[in-house]
């Protein structure tokens, strides 16, 4: 059906450097994939999936590090009391 080759992918790429320009052409590219990958999540019928796991890790690794201060805060406490008892 398409037939493209190097030469015709050359010339369209050509034409998209003199129609953006070459300080554009990240963010033309930014939001072409932007766009295809907003196109396929609406296929596969998934929606915010990827902000839904973001915010359950981040919700996961908070208590993780409050779980893994609250250890070190008790040693730190065991220790004062033996340099009472030493004392």
Do not use: C, N, W, Y
């Not at 493209?4 to 034409?15: A, D, K, M, Q, S």
């Not at 359950?56 to 690794?61: E, F, N, P, T």
């Not at 208590?63 to 220790?79: C, I, K, L, V």
Request: hydrophobic share 45%; charged share 30%.
């Amino acid at each position: 059906m398409f037939d493209l080759g190097v030469p015709e992918l050359i010339i369209i790429l050509l034409v998209v450097v003199m129609i953006f320009g070459v300080g554009k052409l990240p963010e033309v590219g930014a939001g072409l994939g932007k766009g295809i990958r907003e196109f396929k999540d609406a296929l596969t019928g998934r929606s915010d999936d990827r902000a839904e796991i973001a915010a359950r890790s981040r919700a996961s690794s908070e208590p993780a590090a409050t779980q893994a201060d609250a250890p070190s805060e008790g040693r730190a406490e065991t220790a004062s009391k033996e340099e009472a008892r030493v004392e």
